[in-house]
Every structure is written in C-alpha cells, then in structure tokens.
C-alpha cells in the first residue's frame, strides 16, 4: 500500500509517464500475443476443411456466360 501512496503523491506529469509505460507495456504484451496466437492459427490452416465445413455449392452445373472481348468491339466501332 505505501506504494500506491507514493505513486498518488507524485506530482501529475510523472504519474501521467508511469500510467502511459504501463499502458504501452501491456499492449505490447498483448499484441505479442495475438501475433502468436495469428501464426499459430495460420500454421494449423487447411483449406481443403474449411471448404467442406461451409458446404459450397458446386458451380459445374452452371451455363457459361460468354462475354465479348472489349478490344475488338472496339476495333469494329472505331472502323
């Protein structure tokens, strides 16, 4: 407790520094953390799972749209 009231007896600016070191000490550290946990996540990673648990429709059965080139549309206006 008496370093609680040393700390409360500190003038402002110096209690503002220490609460800022220990606000971006311990973001650090939880960064550090989610930056793990983001590799980890990344390293367990299958593709292939993940497609057969959302269940996507195949689009084979689908006609194709076929869609005229731009170049020579415009070839043919231009002439």
Do not use: C, H
Not at 6 to 21: A, F
Not at 47 to 76: H, N, Q, R, W, Y
């Amino acid at each position: 407790m008496k370093f609680l009231q040393k700390l409360q007896n500190l003038p402002e600016k110096n209690r503002k520094i220490i609460l800022w070191l220990v606000v971006i000490f311990v973001g650090f550290g939880l960064f550090t953390f989610y930056i793990k946990n983001i590799q980890k996540k990344l390293k367990n990673f299958e593709a292939g799972k993940i497609e057969k648990e959302l269940k996507l429709p195949s689009l084979e059965g689908l006609p194709k749209i076929e869609v005229p080139d731009f170049e020579e549309a415009t070839k043919e206006t231009n002439q």
